[in-house]
């Protein structure tokens, strides 16, 4: 690495200061400044005695950096940013934290992660697998992971795994993150309509992924998901694919048992492999090891046993399916809740996991994805299965740059496709609403990406003093 110093603005984000704890451990010095700091990440950044700054001011930027990393963020931006400004002014060399991988990854066997579902746990999975067996692999995922001393690590062994995302790279490059990250392999999970906000079409969206496949080597390896515009776009590599699935595919699990702690048997083209065992809910998560299975079995990174042991000891991605209440009666699960796919999964797993229990979702339009008119129609049934459904307040962060749904728009269409469904306008009343509603027999699912205006931190404890 060629660099002695570099400066974030924008260090506090997930990508970000994973990127900035990579750089560290190459040996560069970082500094940093963003708007607020929360654990973990800020946890990482003191640990690896990375300096930073509250808030955004010109004189933040180090006289002697060789190099500026600026987030995508919307408030980065010259205009309105100061720091970002004097960045721009500088003569330095600007860049992204896609730019820096592009430069981290340039000599690893890469594995890239992409979809626009279970990137984040198939990454974690990845990468947990690979280092519980001792292998020192590199890693860049996009979430906390629980059981990591971090979301990021410079490792010796040439394996780097690296969360995929298709969203662009920096406010002044719209190429997607992905593209930048020197794929040899790629693990593609899914590819439905996703980013409405960017990418208005679904030709749109996929256009990216057909570049991201064209520009793998000859000799590298697709492991792809049988959803079928995933299957689709793999017809675009030319170099070495296997399949992998629920069903139908080359790697595909048998024999589920569903329960706390769930087990399969991992089948290849019709033969047992192994018998995996997971305490991860849900049947996404058991497709989502069957297919960082495939991807670690066909390269032979591991063995069969050391895959069982790696995927057992999984903890997961922290906000995916996490249990939230310690002693309730009355179990608190968050789920992720971006898009319609992500959201459908985690009500299956609730479902499959407590049939007899009564469902309460709180749920927050907090992606663009959901806050658009064209999506409404995915309100028709993606509550499926529930007993009450809370819809809190759209999030207002880019309402004005499309066609933003109304927090009565969403309850009314609720509403009319059958489901109990009542609005919340604040944490206080939420939290009223939400604990009248509950009886010894409920499971509650918290169903964001955002917090729930506070609710997710405050709901589960009144929960576990209750019940």
């Not at 950096?65 to 309105?80: F, Q, R």
């Not at 069957?290 to 903890?315: C, H, Q, R, Y």
């Amino acid at each position: 690495m060629e660099y002695k110093k570099a400066h974030f603005i924008g260090i506090a984000g997930k990508g970000m200061s994973a990127t900035a704890l990579l750089l560290r451990e190459a040996g560069v010095d970082i500094t940093g400044s963003d708007e607020g700091f929360y654990p973990p990440v800020s946890d990482y950044l003191v640990a690896a005695h990375i300096p930073f700054n509250n808030g955004y001011s010109a004189e933040h930027i180090p006289a002697d950096a060789d190099v500026i990393v600026i987030g995508k963020n919307a408030k980065l931006v010259p205009e309105s940013n100061a720091e970002a400004k004097a960045a721009f002014d500088s003569g330095k060399k600007i860049v992204s934290f896609p730019d820096i991988l592009e430069e981290l990854t340039l000599h690893t066997d890469n594995i890239v992660v992409a979809g626009s579902y279970g990137k984040s746990t198939s990454t974690a999975l990845l990468a947990w697998c690979v280092l519980h067996a001792k292998k020192d692999p590199s890693y860049f995922v996009g979430e906390i992971t629980r059981g990591f001393d971090a979301h990021a690590h410079l490792g010796k062994s040439n394996t780097f795994i690296l969360e995929g995302d298709e969203y662009p790279s920096a406010n002044w490059d719209t190429q997607s993150k992905f593209l930048h990250y020197n794929a040899k392999n790629v693990l593609l999970t899914s590819a439905t309509h996703d980013h409405v906000n960017v990418y208005p079409t679904h030709e749109d969206y996929l256009a990216p992924f057909k570049k991201l496949l064209e520009s793998l080597p000859k000799d590298g390896l697709l492991v792809v998901n049988t959803e079928p515009h995933a299957l689709a776009l793999s017809t675009t590599y030319a170099g070495r694919t296997v399949t992998y699935g629920m069903h139908e595919a080359e790697w595909h699990p048998e024999h589920i048992v569903y329960g706390r702690e769930t087990t399969f048997d991992l089948m290849h083209n019709g033969s047992k492999v192994v018998t995996l065992t997971t305490s991860q809910l849900g049947t996404h998560n058991v497709e989502n090891i069957v297919g960082i299975s495939a991807m670690l079995l066909e390269k032979n990174l591991l063995t069969p046993d050391e895959l069982a042991v790696g995927v057992k000891t999984f903890l997961g991605v922290k906000r995916r399916m996490e249990l939230l209440t310690n002693t309730s009666s009355v179990p608190v699960y968050e789920g992720f809740g971006s898009s319609y796919e992500k959201a459908k999964s985690a009500m299956a797993a609730m479902q499959l996991h407590f049939p007899d229990k009564k469902l309460v979702v709180v749920f927050e339009p907090h992606t663009f994805s959901w806050r658009n008119e064209a999506t409404l129609p995915q309100y028709d049934d993606v509550f499926a299965g529930a007993e009450k459904v809370f819809i809190y307040e759209p999030a207002q962060q880019g309402a004005g740059t499309h066609a933003q749904l109304t927090q009565t728009q969403i309850v009314d269409r609720v509403k009319g496709a059958g489901f109990e469904v009542e609005a919340l306008h604040s944490a206080a009343e939420g939290i009223a609403l939400i604990m009248q509603s509950l009886t010894s027999d409920s499971v509650v699912l918290l169903l964001t990406s955002g917090d729930l205006g506070g609710i997710i931190k405050e709901l589960p404890p009144k929960v576990d003093e209750t019940f």
